[in-house]
Each structure stands twice: as structure tokens, then as C-alpha cells.
């Protein structure tokens, strides 16, 4: 039973160790994954449209089953685990918001796309200022 326990203990240590390593803002992610250029509208219309968005596990640190399907008519649907949720998007101002409901005054997310040097993508999450946390992303068609 000590070596459960001990694994157990050691397990979340590292856990902890790898949600510590994630940055907290873009300035935050320039800093540890390199130079990151933020997209224009443009190049998230040609990435997203009429593609799937999936969000990848990064540092072992797991992430729940998350897809996002962008369809070319403004629609949009969420998975995450086996729930789903359908809204419309619009992408302006170099970011994207995502509407869930059937009215306009229904609340708004919007996020910001980054590309490092060697291509991989990042999501923030805008909300207070720019202070969300960068989420590793694939694109599928």
C-alpha cells in the first residue's frame, strides 16, 4: 500500500509540475514556446472554415475530448466529451467569437489564434484583457 501511496503522490507532483509550466497570458507563451504570430482574420477564416478544431494534450497533461466544427454558412458545432452544443461564429479584428443561443444578446466568447515558428497552433481565450490560458490546437479537415 506505501507504494501506491508514493506513486500515487509522485503522479500528482508531476501533474502539478506540468500545469505550473503552462503560461498564463500570450506574452506568457511567446516567452516559452518561442517567437508566436498572432492570425488576421483572413488566415483564421482559410484555417477554420469548413474544418474541425480539436484540442491536444500537451506536456502530458491531458484534455478532455474537445472538437469544434466551423461550417462555411456561420454555423458551428461543439463537442466535448459525448455532449455537443450548436452556435454560430464570426471572425473579425484578427479573432474569432463563438455565440451559443438563439439571440443576439446571447453571451460571447471570443480567442485569439497563434502560430509558432515551426507551425503549431495555440488558442487563448479572451475574456479579461488578454490573460487566458493557451490551449495547443489541431486543425482536420
Do not use: K, W
Amino acid at each position: 500500500m506505501r507504494g501506491v501511496t508514493f506513486t500515487a503522490a509522485l503522479a500528482l507532483l508531476t501533474l502539478a509540475a506540468c500545469v505550473t509550466e503552462v503560461p498564463t497570458a500570450p506574452a506568457g507563451i511567446e516567452r516559452e514556446r518561442g517567437n508566436l504570430t498572432r492570425l488576421s482574420s483572413d488566415e483564421i477564416r482559410r484555417l477554420l472554415v469548413g474544418r474541425t478544431l480539436s484540442f491536444v494534450a500537451e506536456s502530458g497533461v491531458p484534455t478532455s475530448p474537445h472538437q469544434e466544427a466551423y461550417h462555411s454558412d456561420g454555423t458551428m458545432f461543439v463537442r466535448v466529451d459525448r455532449a455537443g452544443s450548436p452556435g454560430t461564429y464570426t471572425i473579425a479584428d484578427d479573432r474569432i467569437c463563438l455565440r451559443f443561443g438563439a439571440t443576439p444578446e446571447a453571451p460571447e466568447e471570443c480567442r485569439s489564434l497563434f502560430r509558432t515558428a515551426s507551425g503549431q497552433l495555440y488558442l487563448v481565450a479572451l475574456g479579461d484583457g488578454e490573460g487566458g490560458r493557451p490551449i495547443m490546437i489541431s486543425v482536420e479537415d
